[in-house]
């Protein structure tokens, strides 16, 4: 039997963002059903770090010339009009001629000039990853009305399967637009390697053998983290008497503000930010309780590198966080996203601590066998229709 071959496009958003990272998840995963696997890739520099990722992963890489959403002043009208940017990815989907056509969307305006392309190429099915639909409060950003309604036109003229990351963008997406119908939910698969032996960089008193249980999330501090609800939450359960320490590891845009407001209210010797880690995942050793309090996600990967290491964990109520917490009583989701409500989700974890590590260690195969890269790449064969 002849390997499937699949094209996977990027939507080039981002040197770090977990977009891409499912990309090269992806590949290893459909690698691990003997596919046959190229990825278009735009030649932008900040895509350099992901290029040799893929190729690392099995994947034969295609290069050219080719703007992000992040690069357009107009955003998606530009890509909508950027006809010569449509033919150029027609080109490499006629040239490859794959199985099907995979193009990675972050969000609902996202890399429509790229599905046009891919569906104008006639070659194969073509299918749409979404990661965040983003339409929830669309009406009510500036000409969200406007623009809802352009993208309403836009997506009943291109018809295409449409694959979500969880059942709450499913929800989300579905609520919106009217087209394409229908959609499917694909979770994510994660990768789940023996973690770096190389230590995490700690303050000094922050060993592992420490009685001092630690709070900490690994991701970008940007707004959709919300980080601010975290630290506060954490130093409400410090006010409740709470002896619990606060590590962030990451950088971005809100890491002054995030300092700041940590000086004002903490000894440093309680809260510790590591910056940008090329390995974040080697922190997750010294972190007891993982926390994420976005304001929206899809399915969050940082997540399940987490709760498949069998961390407990306590996260807000955002697309996917019940898609994990289903398959991990370990994993606690808060619906009031209030200060005191975070706080007291946090405190009870930790009453609760050695008890939810022992259900994390008993159910931590089933976890990583649901959240496979092998069960993530069959399912997107299914849902592209060549299985």
Known sequence: MLAKRLLLISSNSSARGGG???????TEGLRLLNCDVHVLLSTATYMDGWAVLLTEAGAQVHRRKLLGLRSRPLRFLQSMTDKNQQREVTKVCQEIVPDAILVNQQYDEDGLDYLAGALLADVAPVGGLLHMPMTAHKDQRPLGKLRGHLLRQWYQQHPYGLLLVSKGSQAEFEQYYPAPRPTQVVT?????????????????GWSDRSP??????LGQFVAQKNLQLLIEAWLWTRQQGCEIRLLLVGEGPERKALEQRLDSAAPRSTWHIT???????????????YAMTSHF???PLALLEAAGRGIP???TNFNGAWDVAQQAEWV???NDTTVESVGKTLMETLHQLVYLKQQAKEGESQFRDYFSLQRMASDTLTALGIA
Do not use: M, N
């Open 20 to 26: 891409e990272r499912y990309l090269v998840y992806l």
């Open 188 to 204: 994510h698969g994660c990768s789940f390697p023996a973690l770096p032996q190389v230590p995490p960089e700690l303050p000094t």
């Open 212 to 217: 001092v249980p630690t709070i900490g999330f």
């Open 275 to 289: 910056g940008w880690q090329e390995q974040p995942e080697r922190y997750l050793s010294a972190i007891d309780i």
């Open 297 to 299: 996600e899809g399915l």
């Open 313 to 315: 964990a306590v996260i």
């Open 332 to 334: 606690k989701v808060v």
